[in-house]
C-alpha cells in the first residue's frame, strides 16, 4: 500500500537528554516539515486501545525515536505486538553526527540539544519523504495487532534478542522484517 503518511512513536521519558530530543524533533516533522502527513502517537491512549491511537498505526508505518538504551518508542510498538518501519537510537545517532548528549538539558532544551533535533528532524523528514514518494518502491503493509499486556515493558535495554535489525547508519535501523526503504534500493 502506498504511503500518506507517517506515525512517530517518541521516547516519553523525561530523565535523559534524548527524551527531549526525540520529543522536539516529532513536532518539528509533523509541524513544520511534514504538516498534515504525520501522526504523533499517543502511548497512554494507544496501549489502552484508543480507536485513533490504534489506527494511526495500523493504516501508517510507524518510526520509534528513542531517546536512551531503554527503547521506549519501539518498547511501545513491541507491546502490541508491532514492529517499527525504522528505529532511530538516538545516543548512537548523536554521537555519530558529532552531538555530545550530556551537555544538553532536560527541562531547558540547550542550543546543542535544539540543533540535534532538527538534525534529528530533518533526517526523519528524508526517510518519510521517501517512502511517500509518488512512485516510490516501499510498500507499507499494515500489521497485525496483538496486544500483549503480560509484556508490560522490555527489561533489556536495546530490544537485543526480540528484534532483528538492518543498520543503515549509526543510530538509524530498519527491522529485517520490514520492506527495504527507498535509500536502500536506489
Same mark, same amino acid.
Not at 516501499?138 to 537485543?160: D, G, I, S, V
Given at each position: 500500500m502506498a504511503v500518506r503518511r507517517i506515525c512517530m512513536h517518541a521516547c516519553g521519558g523525561i530523565t535523559r537528554v534524548g527524551a527531549t530530543v526525540a520529543r522536539l524533533a516529532t513536532y518539528a516533522?509533523?509541524?513544520?516539515?511534514?504538516?498534515?502527513?504525520?501522526?504523533?502517537?499517543?502511548?497512554?491512549?494507544?496501549?489502552?486501545?484508543?480507536?485513533?491511537?490504534?489506527?494511526?498505526?495500523?493504516?501508517?508505518?510507524?518510526?520509534?525515536?528513542?531517546?536512551?538504551?531503554?527503547?521506549?518508542?519501539?518498547?511501545l510498538l513491541y507491546l502490541a505486538g508491532i514492529t517499527p518501519a525504522v528505529r532511530f537510537l538516538l545516543p548512537e545517532y548523536a554521537e555519530a553526527q558529532g552531538f555530545d548528549l550530556g551537555r544538553g538539558s532536560r527541562r531547558f532544551p540547550s542550543g546543542v540539544t535544539q540543533d540535534f533535533a532538527r538534525v534529528v528532524a530533518e533526517r526523519v523528514h528524508g526517510i518519510a519523504r521517501g517512502m511517500m514518494q509518488?512512485?516510490?518502491?516501499?510498500? $507499507?503493509? %499494515?500489521? =497485525?495487532?496483538?496486544?500483549?499486556?503480560?509484556?508490560?515493558?522490555?527489561?533489556? #535495554?536495546?530490544?537485543? *534478542?526480540?528484534?532483528? $535489525?538492518? %543498520?543503515? =547508519?549509526?543510530?538509524?535501523?530498519?527491522?529485517?522484517?520490514?520492506?527495504?526503504? #527507498?535509500?536502500?534500493? *536506489?
Open positions: 516533522v509533523a509541524e513544520e516539515l511534514l504538516p498534515e502527513k504525520t501522526l504523533i502517537s499517543c502511548a497512554p491512549a494507544f496501549l489502552r486501545g484508543v480507536e485513533e491511537d490504534v489506527l494511526m498505526v495500523l493504516k501508517s508505518p510507524s518510526l520509534a525515536l528513542d531517546g536512551c538504551e531503554w527503547s521506549c518508542g519501539t518498547n509518488r512512485g516510490s518502491p516501499y510498500q $507499507f503493509h %499494515r500489521p =497485525e495487532l496483538k496486544m500483549q499486556p503480560e509484556k508490560w515493558f522490555r527489561t533489556a #535495554p536495546n530490544m537485543e *534478542g526480540i528484534m532483528e $535489525f538492518v %543498520r543503515l =547508519e549509526p543510530g538509524i535501523y530498519r527491522p529485517v522484517t520490514m520492506p527495504e526503504l #527507498p535509500e536502500e534500493v *536506489g
